[in-house]
């Protein structure tokens, strides 16, 4: 599997492309802003054509682009419906420190719009992704899950948006945040995962599960049980 990605707009946030090796279609996850003119450059390059647009939770950092990449490709996007309404209102999600950032700007939701739910399976572009709900840095956080089969044998991955990081954990301080929620379901959804699982995370570089348990002062007396 081909699992690429890069860091898009002011705040860097993670672009990612998911995409079955020899595979025309692939997966775009949390396009953000100023991603459509490097994403679609890119797509093109690699002979890919995007089927959905998964997004890991509302925030205008992860959701900029969205309506324009689904409207190129005439794709959905997902998204939990608890952050839904952050495609039409993104101040909602944010408070007033982006109104300056964001000026005259308008933003809609995309001609298709899907829910996600806690517990989905989705089979896109031939990748089976799980969908975790992980509410706490916003209510409609969600981790998505899948494998990539590599020379050494599968890798388990999880896209954490916001809810985790390397060395870190997402912010709680806007509307919809809970800290206290957000620990919980990093146990619930996260420390029950694998060891050697890669935690592609929305802002910043990789890390794993196990660098998560073993250094990320975060997460110091956090067990894991579903």
């Not at 990605?5 to 860097?12: H, R, T, V």
């Not at 308008?106 to 990748?127: K, M, N």
Request: aromatic letters at 4%.
């Amino acid at each position: 599997m081909l699992v690429t990605g890069f860091p898009a707009g002011a705040f860097q946030t993670n672009c990612y492309i998911l995409a079955q090796d020899g595979s025309s279609e692939c997966i775009v996850v949390d396009p953000g802003q100023d991603a459509t003119e490097p994403l679609v450059e890119f797509l093109g390059k690699s002979s890919l054509t995007p089927v959905a647009v998964l997004l890991t939770h509302g925030h205008l950092d992860h959701t900029w682009s969205v309506e324009p990449v689904c409207e190129k490709f005439g794709i959905p996007a997902y998204i939990h419906p608890d952050d839904r309404y952050m495609l039409s209102d993104p101040l909602r999600g944010t408070g007033a420190a982006l109104s300056a950032m964001i000026g005259d700007t308008e933003f809609r939701e995309p001609s298709e719009v899907i829910e996600l739910a806690d517990g989905d399976v989705l089979d896109l572009a031939g990748i089976t992704v799980t969908v975790d709900h992980t509410p706490g840095h916003t209510q409609g956080s969600v981790v998505l899950r899948t494998t990539a089969d590599t020379d050494q044998g599968p890798v388990p991955i999880a896209l954490t948006g916001d809810t985790l990081f390397a060395g870190s954990i997402g912010r709680t301080d806007l509307p919809g945040g809970n800290h206290d929620q957000l620990l919980a379901s990093i146990a619930a959804k996260l420390l029950v995962l694998d060891d050697a699982t890669a935690v592609l995370p929305g802002h910043g570089g990789a890390t794993s599960i196990a660098q998560e348990r073993a250094s990320n002062p975060f997460l110091v007396g956090l067990s894991g049980s579903r």
